[in-house]
């Protein structure tokens, strides 16, 4: 038996293959020749082995960020069914340059092109990854209408590398052989052929397909938006001049939930994420999506069922980590594939109208805007050539490129209008047993926040097309939303609060919390806000002794809760930069006060005041306050201050408010004791806390009528959700008697306290 004989792979190493060479002293040189080339292959398999070691963790690596989407998938799916948002806007999982670096790891499999895949175990997670990519780019859908033109570019131009990169690199595997020829046999009762190389190319039109789709649904997103937004302002103005009078008895919040309720269905319908999951292209995605399921499941559930002779379970570098990336995948398919295939049937009955009554024409016709925003360029003109010859010839070519791509818009609309009807084929009893699920799912109405007399909801309905029409369960679903969120809030309401404003005296605490009778120590002006005098006032009765410290909690609860109120009557009504820099440093004030028990990094500690009268309670703070403010003073040496510090604004503040009631108190005969001064600053506060809450129905407005599109239902649920938490404070104001004031003049504490001291004596 010769030399070369004993050579067994795995047995020995290179080192032990150069040792038998050396003593191979009487061989023949053919002999040597050929174990030196077997050690070089030994090193060779060596050197691979170590460089693959760390492939197992690049496995786990690919199957944690894989879970990472399917984590944000699943979200979206909750969020959509727990709002009842049945067409599932995209708000964890959406289209961004994170989410495209995360799918990029998740993608190694199909963009690797060194690592051998020779068991069925490794082609079907090869082919895994492009169904979940697939199933990935089909969620985005929505996403893209968030996202303004310069976003949008870049994040197509993100997406469209990767899907062109791993397209090119599976046409590699399939030339090399990567990609191999393993017959399918739980389908070989349809096809003999249909293995996975078949089913590789599958993918790949699916997921150029929906390329394809996702830059056509991407060039109609401006011009819808514009479209949605005309329609807005419309009936925006119908509905301000359009008051009934038969409606004028009605209490504020009655009419507030009206507003609310309207515009809450402007603000659904008109939202980007719902007119996009409403166009054909999306339910086109959806069936791709659906087939591409479908066909995962099969080559899924050959790895267990399959038979493939003697094939090793792990032939790759990958080892047992590929069966985490095809399990952990298989799973995003399902999971991804939730969202799609609901969203179809949801906005199956928002589309009925058109597809059982239009149907010749939807396929047939392609309306304007879907080739707009590409006529708008193809008529724009050129600016970056100054030679008349040269800027012919490529204004002429640029409307060649885009003549041509008009039509392949209007060719893949057509398309995905056709692919569109495929859902309106299940049978009619099937649609109808959806329907009749549907409307038991939807909640009906609570009595107390739908109006009846409130029209017709559905004039409120925003679309990009003239001839759709919501019906009546999409419209109700809608309806109920904003009633849930309103019934929710009320829940959350501030018994502390309510108490306090129990003690509201009729807004004599905002004329007399500040006089004139005191002396300014500053050089200019500081404008007084709501948030301001209350933080002050709260101070000063924290720090008194003598108060049991439930009180003194219940006063800080109810004030905390007060002030986020207030904050919203400011950042919504006094938006001028003074006012913004007074409220800032009124936040983080507050934020001492409550968290630290502190002002102007002072311990307001009941002990340090214990023994004192409140004269003196009163004047420690006053002489505090003008110390800080003259050696500010000084520092300034008399010049102006546009943004003055928090300190400053607090020592001002303070100042003022603690000589004005030491200047009330002197008119006294009696020394006012610790209690009535607490119930006195408590008064002062619920005072200025109702006539600021005065301003909350047109804070309830205002955050209605935002003027941003893809901020308006945000903007609207937090206007419901307010309504909700404030219902009883507005109810318990409507009571009052308001003064006559000039409704912009009612949002400013300045602007009351010059209105009081005129009619009040």
Known sequence: MSTLEYYVPGVYSHGDCHKIVDSLECGTSSQTQTLEYICSMVDDWEIQGTYSEPMVWIGIYIAVAS?????????????????????????YFSLNAASITVITVTMKLPVDLSSEMPSYMDQAAKLGSLAFMCTMMTNFMPSLAAMDNKTLLANIIGLSILVITMIVNICIDIYTGAIKHINLNLLSVYSSSFDCVVVAYIYMAMILLLLIIMISASLIIPTSKEILEVRYQ????????????????????????????????????????????????????????????????????EVPFGYHGKQKVYGSAYKWSILFIVITQSIGVLVGAIAPIFRCFSVLSFKLVIKWNMIHLMVLEVEEYWTQKLSEWKQSPIHFLSSGRSRTLVYNLKGIIISLCIKLQKVIVISCKGISLIPTVIPIYVVYYWKSVEAMLVTQPDESGTDNTDGDLSNYVLQIHDEMELVETTLMRISNSVNSYILEAEKEQNKDLLELLDKFTGFKGVENFDTDHVQSLLSFEIVNSWSLPIVTLTCIAVALPNIPKDKTKSLLRSVGEGLSYTHQVEENLNCEKEYVNIRKATIILWNEVEHKCKWLDKALQKDDFRGKTTREILKWFSNRANEFVTEFNRSINGEMVQNPPKELIAANSMYRIAETILLRDESNREATTEKQLFALLSGMIADILGACFTNLPRVIIVKCHESVIEKREASVKAAAKLLGKTSKIIERLEACELPSMDPDKMSYVDEWRLYLKQIIP
Not at 69 to 79: E, F, G, S, T, V
């Open 67 to 91: 879970l990472l989407c399917i984590l944000a998938m699943a979200a979206d799916l909750l969020h959509g069914f727990w709002n009842n948002k049945l067409w599932f806007p995209c708000k």
């Open 234 to 301: 419309t009936r925006n103005k119908t509905y301000l001049t359009d008051q009934h009078p038969e409606h004028t008895q009605r209490s504020i919040v009655e009419k507030l939930r009206q507003h609310v309720t309207r515009y809450w269905v402007m603000a659904e319908t008109g939202s980007p994420q719902f007119v996009m999951a409403s166009i054909p292209l999306s339910t086109a995605s959806a069936v791709i999506c659906g087939i591409v399921l479908i066909l995962n499941l099969f080559v899924v559930f």
